[in-house]
């Protein structure tokens, strides 16, 4: 069942939740469609905090980042893919998103990505360890 985008970035923003809050992290979404880190998440006594930037795709594709890399950000990457099926997540350092994306460029314009094969690999793969207990 094809879903439209905005259902599908909700699926992928409340699963993280979801996985974080399993880990005992306090996850909270911030605005959405608002510039900046899609989740903010700290621990029992709030003496760590943690931002998260997570991508949605409905299947296994490239992930768009946009004509910049200035708006990498956050603590962590998470990329979630598949998820009208069966979601699998990936788990990202900014530097690592930026080390991998792949530059496009068409009729003059320049667009960034994180081609599959760059992020659906085993060191990221469902690798929560990455960012540990709350």
Partial sequence: MKKNTQITGNIGLYFVCYKLSLMGWNAM??????RGVDIIAYNFDCSKLISLQVKTLSERNPVPLGNTLNKI???YWIIVNNVTN???SFILYPKEVIE?????EKNGKISYWLQTKAYD??????AWDRIGKA
Avoid: L, Q, V, W
Avoid at 29 to 34: D, E, F, H, M
Avoid at 121 to 126: L, P, R, V, Y
């Fill in 29 to 34: 979404p911030t605005a959405r469609n608002a």
């Fill in 73 to 75: 950000m956050g603590d």
């Fill in 86 to 88: 069966e979601a699998k």
């Fill in 100 to 104: 991998n994306a792949h530059k496009g």
């Fill in 121 to 126: 690999i085993d060191k990221f793969a469902e």
